[in-house]
């Protein structure tokens, strides 16, 4: 049996709807990866919703429990390297004043 990933299928880059709503899954994904990068561990929490599970190597529970041990730890980990060049840092800054 093949497995079927993903990327296999071809985007339809005519359908707007769907287009706009990837641009918005990637940018709460940038957003999550920049404050957890950044140490804003509230902000990255109101990436989540109530009911989310976090689920790494060192944690399995719920997102709230998660973000409260690591903000404790003053985080650590490693950077996650998903902004591109097209985001400056005054595109972040205003990201980060609507997500306030």
């Not at 990637?26 to 990255?44: C, I």
Request: with cysteine; net charge negative; proline share 1%.
């Amino acid at each position: 049996m093949t497995q079927a990933y993903f990327y296999d299928e071809q985007l339809d880059q005519t359908d707007k709807q769907a287009f706009q709503n990837r641009a918005e899954i990637r940018e709460l994904l940038e957003y999550e990866r920049y404050t957890r990068d950044s140490g804003l561990y509230e902000q990255e929490a109101n990436c989540y919703s109530d009911d989310a599970l976090i689920h790494v190597s060192w944690y399995d529970g719920p997102a709230t429990g998660y973000f409260e041990k690591v903000a404790a730890a003053h985080g650590g980990g490693a950077k996650h390297k998903i902004f591109t060049r097209r985001y400056g840092s005054m595109a972040i800054k205003r990201l980060l004043r609507c997500q306030l």
